[in-house]
C-alpha cells in the first residue's frame, strides 16, 4: 500500500492500515471552540478522510486564550466556517463540511447522520446530553471532554455502555453548566484534554479499545492523572 508522503510519520505507530481506515473515517466534532479547534487540527493532520463541523457560534476577543482557530483575523466569524478554511489550508485531501448551526434535539441526528464517531468538544452539560442522546440513537460512540481551570476529564461513550450520568447525575438534575465558568479555561489546559480527546478518537476508529466504561480525569495543577471506573464496571 503506497502511503502519501504527509502521512509518513504516522506509519510507525498506527500502521499502513491504521492510516487506510482513518481515511476512510467521518467524524462529527461539536463544537469548535477550544477543545473542537485542536481536536479538529489534529484529526486533519493525521488524515481523517471526512469530518463535520457543528457549531452556531462566532469568534470573540474572549476566544483569544485559548482557541487554535480564533486570532485577530477571524473575529466576527463563525467557526465552524472558520474550521473549514482551517482544514483546507492544512490538508485539502480531508473533506469537511461546516455546519453552523445550533445543536437540538429536533436537528442532533441530521446533523451527525451517518459520522463513525463524534467528538463532544460542547461548552455546557445541557448540550452534551442532547449530543449524546443522538450518537446513542445513530449507534455511534462519543468521545467526551470538558475543561475547567487547570483540570479536565475525558470519557468514551458507546452506544449501550454508561454516559454522562456517571459524571454529571441524572440530566433533569445536572447544572447548565460546569465550573468553567469559575475556574476559567487557560490555554494549556485546553490544548492539553484536547490532545487526549482527540487521540482517543484516532484510537477507535484504528480498532483500539482503550479507557472503556472509565473516566481519565487531568489535573495540571497536581500533574495527577486518575482512571476512575464507571458503576457499570464496578
Not at 490532545?195 to 495527577?224: F, M, N, P, S, Y
Amino acid at each position: 500500500m503506497k502511503i502519501e508522503k504527509r502521512y509518513e510519520k504516522n506509519i510507525g505507530t498506527i500502521g499502513a492500515d491504521g492510516q487506510a481506515k482513518l481515511g476512510k473515517s467521518h467524524v462529527a466534532v461539536v463544537g469548535a471552540g477550544g477543545l473542537g479547534g485542536t481536536v479538529l487540527e489534529i484529526i486533519v493532520r493525521y488524515g481523517v478522510g471526512k469530518i463535520t463541523v457543528v457549531d452556531f457560534d462566532s469568534f470573540e476577543r474572549t476566544n483569544l486564550n485559548r482557541q487554535l482557530l480564533a486570532t485577530e483575523r477571524t473575529l466576527g466569524q463563525n467557526k465552524a466556517e472558520a474550521a473549514l478554511a482551517r482544514a483546507r489550508d492544512v490538508n485539502p485531501e480531508v473533506e469537511v463540511i461546516a455546519k453552523a448551526t445550533r445543536l437540538t434535539d429536533e436537528n442532533a441526528t441530521d446533523l451527525i447522520g451517518g459520522v463513525d464517531l463524534v467528538c463532544d468538544c460542547l461548552g455546557n452539560i445541557t448540550d452534551r446530553f442532547v449530543l449524546e442522546r443522538a450518537a446513542r440513537e445513530l449507534g455511534v460512540p462519543m468521545v467526551h471532554a470538558a475543561i475547567a481551570g487547570w483540570r479536565g476529564q475525558l470519557m468514551t461513550i458507546m452506544p449501550d455502555g454508561p454516559g454522562l450520568e456517571a459524571i454529571y447525575g441524572k440530566e433533569s438534575k445536572a447544572p447548565k453548566a460546569g465550573d468553567e465558568t469559575k475556574l476559567g479555561c487557560p490555554p494549556s489546559s485546553v490544548m492539553a484534554v484536547a490532545a487526549l480527546q482527540a487521540h482517543k478518537a484516532i484510537e477507535i476508529l484504528t480498532g483500539e479499545k482503550t479507557l472503556q466504561d472509565a473516566v481519565l480525569t487531568i489535573d495540571l495543577g497536581t500533574w495527577r492523572f486518575e482512571k476512575l471506573s464507571t458503576p457499570s464496571s464496578g
